[in-house]
Nanobody, 122 residues
Framework: QVQLVESGGGLVQAGGSLRLSCAAS????????MAWFRQAPGKERDFVAA????????YYADSMKDRFTISRDNAKNTVYLQMNSLKPDDTAVYYC???????????????WGQGTQVTVSS
């Protein structure tokens, strides 16, 4: 099993920045990639960004690749999501995810964090 704990969410004004963190513990050697998803009220959980755990290759949803940056610190078993130029439409619960073979879709995710709320005011 792998446990994921997110932190760093909160309330920010439009145009501001936040950095989310996700600390992994347990059988982290089994992780192939980690990702961030987000879910706004009444909407589906959408892919935001992913990073290969060993090689560090990154992937982004097209609408967020110019404002969001995913990174990792293997020594700390932690993944980060730096979010800049935030918009009210970015308001959602952000979930950390880990997969043993992939994390591009929710169906590929093996482990989820509990989520952290990000609210962007206009």
């Amino acid at each position: 099993q792998v446990q994921l704990v997110e932190s760093g969410g909160g309330l920010v004004q439009a145009g501001g920045s936040l950095r989310l963190s996700c600390a992994a513990s347990g059988r982290t050697f089994s992780i192939y990639a980690m990702a961030w998803f987000r879910q706004a009220p009444g909407k589906e959980r959408d892919f935001v960004a992913a990073i290969n755990w060993r090689g560090g290759r990154t992937y982004y949803a097209d609408s967020m690749k110019d404002r969001f940056t995913i990174s990792r610190d293997n020594a700390k078993n932690t993944v980060y999501l730096q979010m800049n130029s935030l918009k009210p439409d970015d308001t959602a619960v952000y979930y950390c995810a880990a997969g043993r073979t992939g994390v591009g879709r929710t169906t590929e995710v093996d482990y989820w964090g509990q989520g952290t709320q990000v609210t962007v005011s206009s």
